[in-house]
């Protein structure tokens, strides 16, 4: 496998913080880029699987995730060089502050570590609302805190009044362009719950909301100063690796995928095709059964807390995954997916039965339940893996289960260790989202799996 050069215009358009608007300022340019019929491809730092639904509405193709923590710096280069090669601009967005990583104490895994694996020119998007000086304070400490790619800054908050004076002193303190602003657009805002952004599909009017942003952006944002930015990355040297169809068998993965299960990462999706997969999707929500033919099952994470109700009622689903299971079916289920294959889901006190495969009972609770990156490593031998193999994976719910499973230990930075997962037989299920680019041999493991089954639904 050799290392091939791709040229690629690319910014990373980062962030002071966590709602200081990257996604706004995001969608604004991608709609802007969009509307100038510039043929752009989107991306997004770290596990975040709803601000790439956001781009991907915008673009109509699917957003990626680049994760460090996941994927290490070799994979997140492939996986950019791959999906953004031969396009005319790519736009990664940040994730959290520019900094921010794992820890306190350096920039690991951050979105400007990102930048600088990709060696992408970086945008500071900072909210100027209430600022005066105090906005060249904090650009000073950003600007210089640790070695960075900043090139450029977009104010957000900002009104049209104040502009040129931010523009002015920004520019004369420091050698970064302002490449415009975004003020406050109410009609155009971005509802968020408790993991993040609601998903796209659930925001009404989302389109005309888009709409607006972009026609902002080509307004009050320098486009073609953005894309000038874009232009100065140099050539990035990366390798694209090469999968074959781990059988002459065709065969296909079901996936659940609505407004309930809708975090997958795309490039598991591409990972498993190449290996030999066709991907067909079914939507629990609408009590779809799992598609006749289908020799794999994956149930993703999401918001099935969001459709008890609807979900509870899903017979036709739920008869379905059952006789898939029994019929040996290899099932792979993360998180919401994990909830749902268990007996109840409980909510503000109210069991809602579900699938009932797995005898665990899951809870909604009102904090963050083991969260963050760890290590998974297997305890026994399963259909993804061997005894002592291990995968990177990450966590962000708000439930716990009953039974969370323990054939896999899993090891945080810091050292604290825990168990998960139950992966017996044909099951592969656990609160963990896994990234198969992490380790493509789960990713083998599970398409083998899938390939050998000679079940009938």
């Known amino acids: 496998m050799s290392k091939l050069i ?3 215009p690319r910014i990373l358009i980062t962030g002071t913080g966590s709602g200081c608007g990257k996604t706004t300022v995001t969608c604004a340019v991608l709609q802007a880029l969009k509307e100038r019929n510039i043929d752009v491809c989107a991306f997004k730092c770290g596990p975040d699987y709803i601000d790439p639904m956001f781009h991907s509405r915008v673009i109509g193709i699917p957003s990626r995730n680049l994760d460090l923590f996941l994927c290490g710096e070799e994979g997140v280069r492939t996986i950019f060089a791959k999906n953004a090669g031969g396009r005319d601009i790519a736009v990664i967005e940040g994730a959290m502050g520019m900094y921010d990583g794992i820890g306190f104490d350096g920039d690991e895994y951050s979105a400007n570590r990102t930048a600088a694996a990709t060696g992408t020119p970086e945008i500071l998007v900072v909210n100027a609302k209430g600022k005066g000086a105090s906005l060249l304070a904090e650009l000073y400490g950003y600007l210089n805190f640790t070695d960075n790619n900043v090139r450029a800054v977009i104010l957000n908050g900002c009104s049209e009044g104040m502009y040129p004076a931010y523009k002015k002193a920004v520019e004369k303190a420091f050698d970064v362009k302002v490449l415009g602003f975004m003020p406050k657009i109410p009609e155009a805002g971005l509802e968020s719950r408790h993991l993040g952004l609601v998903t796209a599909d659930e925001i009404e009017g989302l389109e005309r909301k888009l709409k607006i942003l972009g026609g902002q952006a080509e307004k009050t944002v320098d486009i073609d100063g953005l894309l000038a930015v ?3 990355a140099e ?3 990366a390798e694209i ?6 059988s002459d068998r065709k065969f296909t993965v079901a996936a659940a995928f609505d407004k309930a299960f809708c975090f997958y990462y795309e490039d598991n999706f591409d990972l498993l095709k190449n290996l030999g997969a066709e991907i067909e999707f079914f939507s629990p929500l609408e009590d779809e059964p799992v598609p006749e033919g289908a020799s794999g099952l994956i149930l993703g994470g999401g918001y099935p807390e969001e459709y008890l109700e609807e979900l509870s009622r ?15 079916m290899p099932v792979w289920a993360e998180c919401g997916g994990f909830m749902y294959l268990g007996q109840t889901i409980e909510k503000d006190g109210i069991e809602y039965p579900v699938a009932g495969i797995l005898d665990g009972k899951s809870k909604m609770t009102d904090r963050l339940v083991r969260f963050g990156y760890k290590n998974l490593t297997a305890r026994r031998d399963n259909m993804m893996c061997g005894a002592g193999q291990s995968v990177k994976c990450h966590e962000f719910h708000y439930s716990d289960s009953s039974e969370n499973g323990g054939d896999f230990d899993a090891v945080r930075n810091s050292g ?20 198969l680019w992490s380790n493509p041999e789960f990713a083998e493991g599970f398409a083998r799996a899938c390939a050998s089954y000679g079940g009938v639904l």
Request: glycine share 8%; proline share 8%.
């Open 235 to 237: 050539p990035l040297e």
């Open 241 to 246: 690796p090469e999968f074959m169809p781990v």
């Open 230 to 232: 874009a232009g100065i």
């Open 314 to 328: 899903a017979e036709k689903t739920k008869s379905s995954i059952g006789s898939a299971v029994k019929s040996g």
């Open 416 to 435: 604290m260790k825990s168990r998960c997962i139950i992966a017996k037989d044909n099951i592969f299920a656990g609160y963990p989202h896994i990234h």
């Open 6 to 8: 791709f040229d690629i």
